[in-house]
């Protein structure tokens, strides 16, 4: 193994996952893991995988700080002898100005400190990481690899809502999110569809957050998600696109303040909300309950209607491609989203489908099951900051 490692790390409210690459020309996963309940109101467990084997332990640790020492813990296990000399950070929200993987410091987490309120889920974590990885690896080079970069290519129309342009110069503007996995993706396309690369794509990334990205050419020209990581597709618990004239009515006749509606929208809407089960689409599969299959009809209902929008607006399709966590492996939704869209040019092979094979589609149109990597994605950008190791 290269004597220099890279640590990727992807911070939520209450975990981190990270992932340990060994540098070279392309990184190549050494190990990986995730600390979970990373909260004081719970046991905090830190579970490393390598060389085919789990390794799960309870630590003591209720913030970032506490868990990547508790990760330092592991070094022995998790870098050998090895160096970390570079760690990628997934921040969600780069504003306008953020459009390439940028190394971190006082004065780019202090301005990416005021992008908080774009992303209040995701931002603060991101960044509270950032600088416990600081202190944890002092010597090693910190990189942000932005979920929004990847969409600063949308032309303005995609980039804008009918506001007074006030707004918009002010930054109220659609960044679209999951940035890292739709470069993945592409990355992908690029390597192993040359064919496909140049061409009309749509990639749907369908997990607990969920989006689609119309894709030309290898660029983004239009995604689901808007000015926050609310907009567009139904998630496990966020609404998706809702009529702004819904929130007016809350708080004019309602009397639900800000915090309320937030809480509404970021946490009990979506598949939760409308099932009134669960977030979780493999358990609303298995349910028999009428809402389980109306909140996943409403989920099928709106990939398809963004889907017809998105190839309208790219002049046609060539490939649809599903990945995230319900992408990867349900095939019902992939099935129910692809029905009767022969008119697109699309029709699926059933076995093929339900055995989550790479290529489903049967007909003009590649329809494809592509396993994202965000990981991969940000150690190879922290990989081409770092002198090259020989
Ligand atoms: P996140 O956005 O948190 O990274 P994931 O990409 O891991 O989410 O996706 C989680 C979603 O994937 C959950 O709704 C889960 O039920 C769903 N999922 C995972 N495996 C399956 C499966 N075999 N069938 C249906 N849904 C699945």
């Given amino acids: 193994m290269s004597d220099a490692l890279i640590l990727t790390l992807n911070a939520g409210s209450s975990s981190i996952k990270f992932a340990v690459y060994a540098q070279g020309d392309e990184p190549a996963l050494h190990a990986s893991g995730q600390v979970e309940n990373l909260s004081p109101s719970q046991q905090t467990r830190l579970i490393v995988e390598r060389d085919g084997g789990e390794r799960a332990i309870d630590i003591d640790a209720n913030d970032h700080a506490g868990a990547l020492s508790s990760i330092l813990g592991q070094a022995e296990h998790l870098f050998g002898g090895a160096k970390v000399t570079g760690v990628g950070h997934r921040v969600v929200h780069g504003g306008t100005d953020f459009v390439a993987p940028t190394v971190l410091?006082?004065?780019?987490?202090?301005?990416?400190?005021?992008?908080?309120?774009?992303?209040?889920?995701?931002?603060?974590?991101?960044l509270d990481c950032v600088e416990a990885a600081i202190t944890a690896f002092p010597g090693a080079t910190q990189i942000a690899c932005f979920d929004t970069a990847f969409h600063r290519t949308h032309p303005f129309v995609n980039d804008t809502f009918a506001l007074p342009r006030k707004w918009f110069d002010e930054g109220v503007r659609r960044y679209g999110f999951?940035?890292?996995?739709?470069?993945?993706?592409?990355?992908?396309?690029?390597?192993?569809?040359?064919?496909?690369?140049g061409g009309?794509?749509?990639?749907?990334?369908?997990?607990?957050?969920?989006?689609?990205?119309?894709?030309?050419?290898?660029?983004?020209?239009?995604s689901t998600m808007g000015f926050t990581a609310l907009d567009g597709l139904p998630m496990g618990t966020r609404c998706g696109q809702i009529d702004p004239g819904v929130l007016l009515y809350m708080m004019q006749h309602k009397g639900m303040d800000a915090n309320q509606i937030a809480d509404l929208l970021y946490r009990q809407s979506g598949l939760k909300g409308l099932s009134g089960l669960t977030h979780d689409m493999r358990t609303l599969e298995q349910s028999d309950d009428p809402r389980a299959r109306e909140a996943i009809d409403y989920f099928v209902f709106r990939i398809r209607r963004e889907l017809g929008g998105m190839s309208a607006v790219l002049g046609g399709l060539d490939a649809l491609i599903?990945?995230?966590?319900?992408?990867?492996?349900?095939?019902?939704?992939r099935r129910e989203v692809c029905s009767g869209m022969d008119w697109l040019g699309i029709t699926i092979d059933e076995a093929a489908n339900a055995e989550n094979v790479r290529d489903i589609g049967t007909d003009r149109v590649r329809v494809m099951v592509i396993p994202t990597n965000e990981e991969l994605v940000m150690a190879r950008a922290v990989n081409a900051a770092l002198p090259a190791v020989h």
Avoid: W
């Fill in 105 to 126: 410091d006082t004065d780019t987490i202090a301005a990416l400190r005021t992008l908080e309120p774009l992303a209040p889920l995701h931002q603060p974590h991101n």
């Fill in 322 to 333: 599903f990945t995230g966590g319900i992408g990867e492996n349900s095939a019902r939704v």
């Fill in 200 to 222: 009309r794509v749509v990639i749907a990334h369908l997990g607990n957050g969920a989006s689609m990205c119309a894709v030309k050419d290898g660029r983004s020209v239009g």
């Fill in 178 to 197: 999951h940035g890292l996995s739709y470069d993945f993706i592409t990355s992908e396309m690029a390597r192993t569809e040359p064919g496909l690369a």
